[in-house]
């Protein structure tokens, strides 16, 4: 298993993460298989949320930790301040509320690595860097950062936190896939596209890939004829998408893998720091994801499968 650093903790953080939106009370057993399973292969890094699975997902982890006694083995990021029925969450109230409860549900003192779930652009970033350093200094949360922010709002955001001496985002979680999205997967939402990515690599400011595998895009199930799963249809259906997975397939062939697992290569090979949120929940999806993590990609291959380039 290869590891990041981010700045503001002090562990490495696997680039493969674990997924938790399924992680219920009623199938805790698989959860906690599939977590001492993850574990083995040296991961560290798990993602959840304050709302993920109406809460259980924090809890499931929390009782897991506390019954293995492991918390210290594990590098928690969560996300808070997600809006609600009512609209934007990005507030002082909202962001404690959230820390607070996910911190009980957690059954933990301090969470790692701490991302707001979506932005407000109506609230400036400064403000929020402000609110969140709070929970730095009193040593509640290590790293901050956010899901679903453009690159220029987090550059709002640090050249304020640098001009006041204050700690800035040190992370940020997009989707970020080889698949490009039509649109938006949910409303408010933010894919990593060509100058996203540029920004990236000039600043080597660290991604974590949510729907890093383009929800199965690549698994091979899915043709331009096989229409039943509106989403994805909706989402990823296009033409260029299409020789997107024929480009991964050839490739894959050729190195004896799955276009699935080139895909997550295409990731994990980027020109800056990046890690894949994996939803694995049997022992071939994590064996295929680990196996995957370790695929080299040079950078003609990266843009031939991006379909920037026609030679690799």
Sequence with gaps: ???????????????????????????YDKAAANMDAYLAIGGNSVDSAHIYCGGESEEVLGRYMKERGNRDQIVILTKGAHHDQNGPRV???AIRHDITTSLKRLQTDFIDLYAL????????????????NEYVKSGTVGAIGCSNWTWQRIKEANDYAAEKG??????SSPNLSLAKPNEPFWKGCVSADAET???HEAEQFPLFSWSSQARGFFTGRFTPEVRDNADLVRVFYSDANWERLERAKQLGA???????QIALAYVLNQPFPTC???GAQSAEELRSCD????????????DWLDLTSDER
């Design 117 to 132: 779930h979506r932005d407000d652009p109506n609230v400036p970033a400064g403000e929020v860097i402000e609110i969140l």
């Design 197 to 199: 990515c540029a920004w």
């Design 91 to 93: 507030n002082k109230e």
């Design 1 to 27: 298993m290869e590891y990041i650093s981010v700045k503001g903790l002090d562990k490495k953080v696997s680039r493969l993460m674990k997924g938790t939106d399924y992680f219920f009370h009623n199938s």
């Design 291 to 302: 196996e995957g993590s370790r695929i080299q990609l040079s950078r003609a291959e990266l």
């Design 276 to 278: 894949a949120l994996i």
């Design 166 to 171: 204050l700690t800035g985002f040190t992370f």
């Design 254 to 260: 050729e190195r004896g893998v799955t276009a699935i």
